[in-house]
């Protein structure tokens, strides 16, 4: 009778940890908490972690004494208020028409032009300026293709940009104080002094 009965409580142990076991694992795959797991939770705090992308572009600016233009390297933050609604290009030359005089550098573009449109056809970006462009060329030819230059560099220093074309007032201007203006432009050598 005791190994009847030893056998009985055997039998019943084992199908209660049969059930148990079976209990269990139902409660394993029903999670019990909303957390994610510390992994993921890890690699999401790290993602919050990383700096922000930064866009790089070069200003080209007029020294205020010498008959050149110099580079000067910015970034800005892809985010930043400023890109919303239009491109790198567009952005750029805002820039460099609202630039201001900052010790060594001037502003090349004279005063009042605006960005009347920019568009970008394959490599080439087409900029329609304001006739102020045309009326505020006060200086020398020199200072003239400073200031086209200043555009043109700015621009084609951008990756996938080949050349800039100028228009003023929506149509092209022919000569501009002695420079012709009738072709689009490519990086322009020889604006900066040799190092």
Known sequence: MRKRISFLLFVLL???MIFAGCSKGDQEKTPQNN???AAEQEEKDAADLQPEEEIDYVLFLKHKDKPYILDEAYSVKKSDERLKGISIEEFVVRELIGFEDFQAYVNPIP???KLLSLKKENQKVVVD???EFV??????SN???LSIGSIVNSLTVLEGIEEVEILVEGKPVEKLNGIDMTHPFGYME???PDK
Do not use: E, W
Request: avoid cysteine.
């Open 135 to 140: 009326s505020g060329q006060k200086g020398t």
């Open 14 to 16: 084992v199908v209660s």
């Open 190 to 192: 020889g604006l900066y």
């Open 111 to 113: 005063k009042g032009t």
């Open 35 to 37: 957390n994610p797991p």
């Open 129 to 131: 300026l304001s006739k």
């Open 143 to 145: 200072d003239t293709l």
